[in-house]
């Protein structure tokens, strides 16, 4: 018992550590890209590149928050995205007259883009955070579908005599001929003014990260962790357990939902059918790759995926298959008894070896 | 008639999920994991009939005895090299690993039969039933369906409460230390509930893509998430359950598709799904099971 | 554990910031004309995007063995773009762009091509797409349209409906998830209504559910419909007439030209399909010579018979390289200097093209094509004119 809470003490000192790290490579990255697209060093491929890689690196951590700390598997993550992107597009589209500052604009637009995520994050977590594991898996992914269809079916535009909505078809709608329409059906929402920027996507994920790191250091994270570790010593000290599910699905929700409003603004066309059950594996993907529970492997994960394919783009029908290999492998690698041993002893003696190393190097450099 | 008609087509939907149904239950009860792969198992059934009967022009018979014989070593494949290795690890593990194994499956029919789905021809050779003037129509393929549905739940029940095997099978799923104990031999019990979930994926499969017929990589993913659903609700453990269980869900899905919206019809299954769990978690014919501390 | 992460990370970021450097600076020019497209070589939608890579590609071999422009040799550059309405779309486009498009022939969805639009009108990039159809993708000048506009084939099938007096209540089912099949029946809708037909049931279905029609085909057959309208790609056409045999409901079916393949699916009892009447600009077995020509040349090259996307792309190229020639277009030429000059020659009112999709092809201003749908009905398994 004294020693795991020795343990503990020694753990907060290099989770702080961690933190600063990773908030140091995000800037250096940053400024690096920077520089270099400044000086019209980088080709259009990789400029295009510069806000997605944003919006997968405050996905995938956000999906981290879910896997990570509360140790429940949601395969809903594109859904909460959905919302955040499409209200977000909302917002912009009715306020880009009476807001014209972008800089006013859009900031606002990515929190109610967050709000109403972390509000659909609320509506069906309630129902579905009392189940566990499979249940709720199975549950997200249904979730996440029809959220998508719902929205690829509605058609939204308001006139004079206010705002019309439908689930059936664009003349159901009964639209006036001067109103205006805002949700396409299939065809979703165009027109949506372009305000993401890199500096602006950095940002953000400068702030997921800093919640992220201080929600798991906070009292709220660690009564998460404990429910995570263990549900009924978790209750039987007297926490409430879906009080603190329902507070990190709705985090994750927003995060997911800001990270939507990012993409929704980045591009100039905004459809539905993008956020689909291959875009949660794949947020997915870059968690188990980056490490389950490992903030700044999420971060190194989504780029490097993000990155890979498209720099390699003659490989990428076979992509799907190797995202699906790694989910399996990292799986057996980390989680089974037998692996687990072996890749301890050999990080020790790896470690070994390195700080053998490095006094050595040291020697020399005296 | 309207209706009636819709009913029928539920019941026939439903008698293709009480099959998948079943051989989720059997999983998730003896080996306590949701194999997230058994509706890609039927998907490649579907294919395996469906290579047999265009490319090498055997009969209905033996090619769906080779669906079945190729889906059960996949299911025994599937279960050594990805889950036996993580008999110990936790629930969140297991599942990403079954989420990996289905996508795996489901790209590799990607890359080996091509994105294009394919029309199946019916392996079904019964005529269809006309009744009132042919107001209401029954097809061979619904018929099939019901009574194959009806003949794997009595043989599967029987198997199970009759041989060594079965009752090794439920011993397992009462207590698996018990089990060991009293000389059951687990590994060799959970490779042949594989085995015979995986051997029903393929009947599963002839059944779907007879009725439906189309087939693509993806042709299983959404039944079998459905079957899940499904298996829970008529209680996940339980053989008569899964039957009821997914003839409910089979009628639910298509009035809730003829009368409410199709939009809608999938989230109106999911919602069965969170009311079942939350009113009578164990579903309907399921045995309570307590939480181990 | 942890530097071993930190030296593979190290070591992609080290890769990745040579491979963008490599990607660096502008390109010089090739000595070819390059043309771009993309579209979906992977994912579900992925045998448009290749139908449309393999008829361009035989429309760029036929050009050059032509003699090319005017002695210069045309270039494509395919990238795939897996039907992805947003990030995947603009990868692609940039992908193009660093490889030296200097017109771009696509895309070959909606949703991507949407997502494109405005980054070649920034570009100055003259656009072609051969198969996106909602009329969005042509509000910018630089864009025309191969393939017919949606709501055109929408209105097109109500007014022969209508006109030929074929039937009088109608069933519609379409997918509510596709931009192609909404807005076709979204403007089928109106003009039906406008033309006094009676729309007895309205069923859709989305891409998560394309299997089982049978509710929606029961209300159909409960509301009395006499023709079933089908704005919906053929695979799931031969799923509703499949599945309309068994459940003993057969009125007239009607389609428009992404029912075209019904014929050459494997597996499929065409004499289902007997009697189904749809309107496309393209018939692989028609009888004329080009089309012919086309069809056996594909046929060889690829093994399949030709789709009308890759009818529409053909005829884009061979458009492209006419109006090239005419306007010498050379590989020296910056994009937004191409783009100007063919902006100009395609509106000419005295140009038109006679190709595999319909004779007299023209282009107004706004981007639109203008040729004649031909009507047909299948009979003993083959296309004939109605």
Known sequence: ?366 | MGFLNNLINGISLGSIYAVIALGYTLVYGIAKMLNFAHGDVIMVGGYVIFIAMTSFGLNSWISILLAVIACTLLGIVIEKVAYKPLRQATSLAVLITAIGVSYFLQNMALLIFGEKPVNFTSVVNVPSLKLFDGKIVISGETSTAIVISILIVVGLSLFINKTKSGRAMLAVSEDRGAAELMGVNINRTISLTFAIGSGLAAIAGALLCSAYPTLQNTTGAMPGIKAFVAAVFGGIGSIPGAMIGGILIGIIEILGRAYISPQLADAIVFAVLILVLIIKPTGILGKKINEKV | MKSIKKILALTVAAALSVSCFAGCGKKAKGDTIVIGSSGPLTGDNAQYGVAVKNAAELAVKKVNDDGGINGIKLSLVFEDDEADPGDKAVNAYNALKDNGMQVMMGTVTTGSCLAVIEKTKQDGIFQMTPSASAQDVIKNDNCFQVCFTDPNQGKGSADYIADNNIAKKIAVIYDSSDAYSSGIYNMFKKEAEAKGLDIVAEQSFTKDSKTDFSAQINAAKSAGAELMFLPIYYQQASLILTQSKSLGFSPKFFGCDGLDGLLNIKNFDTSLAEGVMLLTPFAADAQDQETQDFVKAYKDAYGEIPNQFAADTYDGIMVLAELMKKEKITNEMEASEICEKLKKAITDPDFSYNGLTGSNMKWSEDGAVSKDPKAVIIKDGAYSAL
Not at chain 1, 216 to 236: E, H, K, L, P, Y
């Open chain 1, 1 to 366: 018992m004294k020693n795991e809470n020795k343990a503990a003490k020694k753990k907060l000192a290099p989770l702080t550590k961690k933190s600063f790290i990773t908030y140091a490579m995000v800037l250096i990255a940053f400024a690096v890209m920077q520089i270099l697209s400044s000086g019209g060093y980088i080709s259009s491929m990789l400029t295009g590149l510069l806000v997605p890689l944003c919006v997968y690196s405050i996905l995938a951590v956000s999906l981290n928050l879910t896997v990570g700390i509360l140790g429940e598997l949601s395969l809903g993550q594109a859904g909460f995205m959905c919302v955040g992107a499409y209200t977000s597009a909302v917002f912009s589209q009715l306020t880009s007259e009476t807001i014209t500052q972008p800089l006013i604009r859009f900031p606002l637009a990515i929190i109610i883009g967050g709000i109403f995520a972390a509000i659909f994050g609320i509506l069906i977590g309630i129902p579905v955070l009392r189940l566990n594991g499979d249940y709720l898996a199975i549950v997200t992914l249904a979730f996440g579908e029809i959220i998508k269809n719902v929205f690829a079916a509605m058609y939204v535009g308001y006139d004079s005599k206010g705002v019309h909505i439908s689930l059936k078809s664009l003349s159901n709608l009964n639209l006036e001929n001067d109103g205006t329409l805002l949700l396409n059906g299939p065809q979703g929402i165009s027109g949506t003014p372009n305000d993401s920027t890199f500096l602006i996507g950095a940002i953000m994920l400068m702030l997921t990260l800093i919640i992220a790191y201080n929600f798991i250091n906070s009292r709220t994270g660690r009564a998460v962790m404990s429910i995570r570790d263990n549900v009924i010593a978790a209750q039987s000290v007297g926490l409430n357990i879906t009080k603190y599910k329902l507070i990190t699905f709705a985090l994750t929700a927003f995060i997911a939902g800001t990270a939507g409003a990012l993409y929704s603004h980045n591009f100039y066309t905004l459809q539905a059918s993008k956020f689909d059950y291959n875009l949660s594996i794949l947020i997915l993907v870059f968690v188990v790759l980056g490490g389950i529970g490992n903030i700044r492997g999420s971060v190194i994960a989504a780029v490097v995926l993000v990155l890979l394919p498209e720099m390699l783009r003659g490989i990428s029908s076979y992509r799907m298959l190797i995202y699906a290999v790694i989910l399996i492998v990292m799986m057996i690698i980390t989680s089974n008894e037998k692996s687990k041993a072996f890749i301890e002893a050999n990080t020790q003696k790896f470690k070994a070896l390195f700080k053998r190393g490095k006094t050595a190097e040291a020697k020399e450099a005296e």
